[in-house]
């Protein structure tokens, strides 16, 4: 068989160029008899197919597909195995629906809770959406279907997103914003990579050499292609040249007789074209044949519906569970009247608007699902009055509060993290006659709720999915006992979050001042009170956790402890191992995610949960430097969640060297810290100040510690020569080696 570059070489340059953009909306360009015209469409969590004119502002029809969890609610199940599932029954889907590439999964960093799309993104932790992406992409393409690692890079926020700066230092840059993009690459393959549409540090990400080529293909190997997002490409050779492969979507031919026209005129070198070309064939010969998927389309649906429901449960975050007169409110007990209350029971929210909204082949509600599984249950909408009468005369009222569905979708950012007044109002009515009154939250960001210490339960649904109110009277009920995590922190105000400064920017531009301070690693920093923490999340059961080890190794260290579950019902813990470097050379958070091990245990069991983690894990980036893990102790903390740590301890990792060759302008403080000339160099110092006769010769001291030697040496004027300093680091730094 020809390879795709020895087919490439057989065509004219016309038909060259017409591979490089869509035929259409969705699909790439056929050539009869040398690439068949396959079709990419959205993802994420589902496919959204859609027949005719097509549009990727998720106004127009598509086909019916089975809604999953949005990443939002799927990342709090902090679960890859379940995610693998996700991807590959959206796989099914998509191979009966004859769909090539599934356009997700977006990975971009939560960097503010505002982020107008933070419901289609996993976490504010780069190794988390790290982890749920690779299982995501690796779930879809074991149906052989591809993926589409997005929005690459800085796309974290929606606000003038086609054209806003992000204007990000190097080390946040590589430790949080691409860590996990590079994570996926490697780990997973993603057959397509789409850039995102705004600038980094000025340069538009499709235009983007150093993001595309310099760092994607030389730095993390990657093989497969890029596309644009749907309209990121403003200059279509600047984009070619920085390795940009595939337009979407089509234009009609416009910006290929560009292309076209700039290697004829010599301005564009045909062999980028071809490489290009080339790959886009590549794709299109990976793909199955037509009528690889066996099941009928309504066969695969209803399995998928039924799979959604239980994977929605494991996605249920429950906030807060306070005994009333003794026993905690959660799971509502068989006998007990409930008050239903708020319309998201009777219509949920479940998913976000934008490119990703799916056309759900069923649509559960709680009041429905919850009346099935619970004898007496009623139910008021908005009306407060008949609301607070139903509250009053039930055992339980369960209030659904959530951001409405035009307070958040792709295109916009939101303004504001509070909940609807008018929904507070009916709460507040609610708890005025009934204490026993749980709170589910439906949204796809976090929300600030002013009401939480006063409401003894509350239960973070975030968008579950089209089987929500199956899943969520499950977890009401204690058919499921929850075990969900949150994957980014719930503030107490707007104003504590890490971007509130400068979000979303001014004048093109938004700045990234907290540096590598985002998420957790910001409140923690700043010791912040939060509502609740990074990877908080309760059950129903209780855990003990004892007998923490850790192990060294040459390649990484493996954290065991013993985790025993010691309530009555059977449960999940989700054991999480944080790392922090104290005393390090660069300002670091306290501690950040570096593993987590989930474990089941039946009631009374226990087991050894174990959380292996690589010396590569403990890399920082070291501006002018690279990738490098700083030598010494390291402070390990296994918890419940960020700030529930319930076991600490060290371990030593040999890191790489950092020290920096010694040269005239090394400080005397960094000449003195080395073994060999440290202690001449001392001995100098200490007779020049005795010769002075100054008085304070420790003062004077401390003073010259920030002086590069050289020019130390020049002022003294005479006595040493530089060539002889320069003999002595010379030998210091010969030593080393
Ligand atoms: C979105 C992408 C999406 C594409 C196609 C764009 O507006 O940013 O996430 O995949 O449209 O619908």
Not at 116 to 136: I, K, Q, T, V
Not at 317 to 336: G, K, S
Not at 380 to 387: C, H, I, Q, V, W
Request: with cysteine.
């Amino acid at each position: 068989m020809p390879t795709p570059h020895e087919i490439v070489a057989r065509l004219t340059l016309e038909e060259k160029a017409s591979l490089l953009s869509g035929q259409d909306f969705w699909h790439t360009q056929a050539i009869e008899g040398v690439a068949e015209s396959v079709m990419l469409t959205d993802g994420p969590h589902g496919l959204r197919k859609q027949g005719g004119a097509g549009d990727h502002l998720g106004i127009g029809d598509s086909r019916p597909a089975t809604c999953f969890p949005p990443a939002v609610a799927l990342a709090a199940s902090f679960d890859v195995d379940l995610v693998h599932e996700v991807g590959a029954r959206i796989a099914a889907e998509a191979r009966a629906e004859d769909v090539a590439v599934v356009l997700g999964p977006g990975i971009n960093l939560k960097r503010s809770p505002l982020c107008g799309r933070n419901f289609e993104y996993f976490s504010e932790d780069p190794w988390l959406s790290g982890a749920m992406g690779r299982a995501w992409v690796e779930g879809v393409q074991s149906g052989g279907v591809g993926a589409s690692l997005k929005h690459f890079a800085v796309n974290n926020q929606e606000t003038d997103r086609l054209r806003v700066s992000a204007d990000v230092d190097e080390r946040p840059l590589r430790e949080l914003y691409l860590r996990a993009f590079e994570h996926v690459v490697t780990h997973a393959a993603p057959w397509t990579v789409m850039c995102s549409y705004n600038r980094i540090n000025g340069v538009h990400a499709s235009q983007n050499h150093w993001l595309l080529s310099t760092v994607l293909r030389e730095e993390w190997g990657y093989r497969g292609l890029v596309v644009s997002d749907w309209g990121a490409v403003k200059d279509r050779i600047a984009a070619l040249r920085a390795g940009l492969d595939l337009e979407m979507p089509g234009n009609g031919g416009v910006t290929d007789a560009e292309l076209v026209a700039a290697v004829a005129a010599g301005r564009l070198d045909e062999a980028e074209l071809d490489r290009a070309a080339a790959r886009v064939v590549e794709l299109v010969r990976r793909v199955p044949r037509p009528g690889t998927e066996t099941r009928s389309l309504s066969e695969i649906h209803a399995e998928n519906h039924a799979a959604a429901r239980e994977i929605a449960a494991r996605c249920v975050v429950l906030l807060r569970n306070e005994p009333v007169d003794d026993t905690p409110l959660l799971p509502l007990a068989p006998d007990q009247r409930v008050a239903l209350i708020g319309e998201f029971a009777r219509s949920p929210r479940y998913q976000g608007a934008g490119s990703s909204r799916i056309n759900p082949t069923r649509l559960e509600d709680a009041l429905s699902e919850l009346s099935a599984l619970h004898a007496d249950v009623g139910f008021a909408g908005d009306d407060l009055t008949e609301a607070v009468a139903l509250a009053r005369d039930a055992d339980v009222a369960v209030v659904f509060l959530g951001l409405p569905a035009e307070a958040e979708s792709e295109g916009f950012d939101r303004t504001t993290l509070a909940l609807p007044a008018d929904q507070i109002a009916l709460l507040e009515a609610v708890l005025a006659v009934q204490p026993r009154t749980v709170v589910v939250f439906s949204g796809g960001g976090v929300v600030t709720l002013p009401f939480a210490s006063r409401v003894p339960a509350i239960v973070g649904g975030f968008l579950l999915g089209q089987a929500s109110g199956g899943a969520l009277a499950d977890v009401l009920t204690g058919r499921v006992n929850p075990s969900g995590r949150l994957a980014e922190t719930m503030p107490l105000r707007l104003t504590d979050t890490p971007a509130y400064l400068d979000f979303p920017g001014e004048r093109g531009h938004i700045r990234y001042s907290e540096g590598v301070f985002v998420g957790y690693r910001w409140y923690d920093a700043r010791e912040l009170d939060v509502a609740f923490p990074f990877g908080h999340g309760l059950s129903y059961t209780t855990f003990d956790h004892d007998d923490l080890l850790v192990s060294g190794d040459p390649n990484g260290f493996t954290v065991k402890v013993l985790v025993t579950n010691t309530g009555t019902r059977s449960g999940r813990d989700v054991v999480q191992v944080y790392v922090g470097k104290p005393g390090s050379q660069l300002a670091r958070a306290p501690r950040e995610l570096a593993g987590v091990a989930i474990v089941d245990l039946e009631p009374g069991e226990s087991t050894v949960a174990e959380v292996r983690i690589p010396t590569s894990a403990l890399a920082a980036w070291f501006t002018g430097r690279g990738w490098a893990v700083e030598d010494g102790e390291y402070h390990v903390a296994v918890g419940s969640s960020s700030r529930d740590l319930y076991g600490h301890t060290h371990v030593s990792i040999a890191g790489d060297d950092l020290r920096e060759p010694l040269h005239l302008e090394s400080t005397i403080a960094e000449v003195l810290a080395d073994p060999v000339a440290g202690p001449l160099v001392a001995a100098g110092l200490a007779d020049a100040a005795g010769s002075d006769g100054a008085d304070d010769v420790e003062g004077v001291g401390q003073m010259m510690l920030s002086f590069p030697i050289g020019r130390v040496v020049k002022m003294a004027g005479g006595g040493v020569s530089l060539d002889d300093i320069q003999a002595l680091l010379d030998a210091a730094n010969a030593e080393r080696r």
